[in-house]
């Protein structure tokens, strides 16, 4: 018995936690991993690179600034081994989180997960994640042929205000 309600009250956390992707449904999941496999699958490992460079590349533009946050990975030169190493580890946590959307359980701890690493990183604001989220929404759409903006973004934003949950203003 004791154990059926601290499965219930896990639950309920779970949902509560869950509430965050309100707005990303099912449907929404489903396009969104189907559109991360398209351009992430093993077919396309060269890529990996280029589109992560891309997508940090349009977050120095929209906010030169954050490129100080990268000064430990060589960011002055995009093309070092340092960088693209940083760039991989990036999307690879994008992947990672993306895979996990139908398991909310495992999501949500992730998602906390890496909330608290960037909290750990002196300079990372909730404005970053906004940032980053409208980056991915610019190159998306240039690595895709069927971007579904509004699934991608509504479940992009659950995944960035998650993480952004554990940062300063």
């Not at 989180?97 to 949500?108: A, E, H, K, R, Y």
């Not at 970053?128 to 190159?139: D, E, G, P």
């Amino acid at each position: 018995m004791k154990f059926l309600i601290v499965m219930a009250a896990l639950m309920g956390l779970a949902a509560a936690d869950a509430s965050d992707f309100s707005c990303c449904s099912s449907e929404d999941r489903a396009e969104m991993q189907a559109l991360w496999h398209e351009i992430w699958s093993a077919q396309y490992t060269g890529r990996r690179v280029q589109v992560a460079q891309a997508v940090f590349d349009d977050l120095f533009e929209r906010n030169p600034d954050s490129k100080n946050l990268f000064k430990g990975v060589n960011v002055d030169d995009i093309q070092s081994p340092e960088f693209k190493a940083h760039c991989i580890r990036v999307v690879n946590g994008l992947d990672t989180v993306i895979g996990l959307l139908d398991d909310p359980f495992t999501l949500m701890e992730q998602l906390e997960h890496l909330g608290i690493q960037h909290k750990g990183r002196p300079g990372v604001t909730k404005d970053h994640f906004a940032t980053i989220a409208r980056s991915y929404l610019a190159v998306m759409p240039q690595v895709s042929s069927c971007f579904n903006a509004d699934a991608w973004s509504r479940c992009f934003d659950g995944i960035a205000n998650k993480i952004a949950s554990y940062l300063e203003a």
